[in-house]
């Protein structure tokens, strides 16, 4: 199955409304106009006039409009998260761009999400990712984490990171016309935990799932998981022990064996200590 996105104009989107009328869906996704459900390709037409066609005939009901249509969404900016639900590594957040002259090669990659994709494949694609599209990348150590999480929640500490992401993306390359979070919170909430800070990134599109519809957000996970990996592998050189990800009962164990050998006040710069993990491991010890 293959996703075309596509910037359209609104006539544009008028005209697949009039033109697939009789398959319109009865439910539409989030800040969606519109979906038509045809045989061979599902048509999601978003507020942001974002195009998504899915489907083993996506390329046949998208190529009216590819041709064209310059607006076509080849540029685009996309940020995503991870170690957000591993005990052990810090949070790596980052906003990426893919220019139109990258696309084809980034395609080439079989770029998906990063927890779709193998460990080895994100370390050997990554640094090239990087080297093609304008990122910031943020790493958020596991001492800080714990410090910051005293006061703020898991989704107030995503929501800052992404926007200041997207604050240093900016002073690099001017961001396009279409930004993307791969969404962990309602729109009104994320912008909420942000109404202290000084500068806010706004006029973004927020939706579930993003990486798999977005290059660019598919980028920026794959970048942020190699950024986790490599503090992974730091880690294990720093303390000579291997750190698993996740947050398992093997977990529990791995980190059982970390304190008996460091003491649990190390823990603090190797692990989100609020997970439940901290106090599970103690049955190890």
């Given at each position: ?58 390329e ?11 607006s ?8 995503d ?24 090669t ?5 770029i ?11 370390v ?18 596991n001492?800080?984490?714990n410090?910051v ?17 997207y604050?240093n ?10 930004v ?9 909430l ?11 990134i ?5 939706e579930?799932?993003?990486?798999n ?49 460091f ?23």
């Amino acid at each position: 199955m293959s996703t075309i996105t596509l910037l359209c104009t609104q006539n544009q989107i008028d005209k697949i409304h009039s033109t697939f009328h009789d398959s319109l869906s009865d439910k539409t996704p989030a800040y969606a106009q519109f979906q038509c459900k045809l045989e061979g390709c599902v048509i999601t037409a978003y507020q942001s006039k974002k195009v998504v066609f899915q489907g083993t005939d996506a390329e046949i009901f998208a190529s009216a409009f590819m041709d064209s249509n310059k607006s076509t969404i080849q540029s685009h900016a996309g940020s995503d998260e991870v170690g957000t639900g591993d005990y052990f590594g810090p949070i790596c957040v980052c906003a990426c761009i893919v220019p139109e002259n990258a696309i084809s090669t980034i395609t080439s990659y079989g770029i998906q999400d990063s927890k779709m994709m193998t460990d080895d494949i994100i370390v050997k694609v990554a640094p090239d990712i990087m080297k093609l599209c304008p990122h910031s990348l943020l790493i958020l150590p596991n001492s800080k984490y714990n410090v910051v999480h005293q006061h703020s929640n898991m989704n107030a500490i995503k929501a800052k990171l992404h926007n200041q992401a997207y604050i240093n993306l900016s002073k690099k390359h001017p961001l396009p016309e279409l930004v993307v979070v791969d969404q962990f919170a309602p729109e009104d909430l994320y912008y909420r935990y942000l109404a202290k800070e000084k500068i806010i990134i706004r006029n973004i599109h927020f939706e579930t799932k993003a990486e798999n519809k977005y290059l660019a957000v598919a980028c920026a996970s794959v970048i942020a998981r190699y950024a986790f990996l490599e503090s992974l592998k730091n880690y294990e050189s720093h303390y000579n022990m291997t750190f698993l990800k996740g947050a398992s009962d093997a977990v529990d164990r791995n980190a059982a064996e970390f304190v008996k050998k460091f003491g649990e006040k190390e823990l603090t710069n190797v692990a989100k200590v609020h997970f439940k993990n901290t106090e599970k491991l103690r049955e190890y010890l």
